[in-house]
């Protein structure tokens, strides 16, 4: 998903509403899941003022990662910073991953009853 030109001045791609939702969906904190069938570990933090979302993903079997940030702006209006890598790769992650339906205790996994 490529921003469009106008003169000097690229304009950020549109971030789409089931981009928000599934983005809402992922606690704070860390959390173990899924993309294409690979585990993955994520960490997301959300300032106090609920302006800026920062998620770091990293796959727990390879070297793949996913990292940016997520700025609201003024009304509805929002900014996707991706950490290296395009807005395409990271909306098709927050998409895709599915966490997992475990909880982790110190260093044991518990599955939820």
Known sequence: ??????????TPPAVPATFEYALARLSDGYVDGN???????VTVKRSEDGKRIWLYGEALAGTDIVSFNLYRLAGSRMILKPCEMSSTKVIDFVLGFEPSTRERCGSMTMTEK
Do not use: L
């Open 1 to 10: 998903m490529s921003g469009t030109m106008n003169g000097d001045r690229q």
């Open 35 to 41: 993309f294409s069938g690979r585990p993955w570990g």
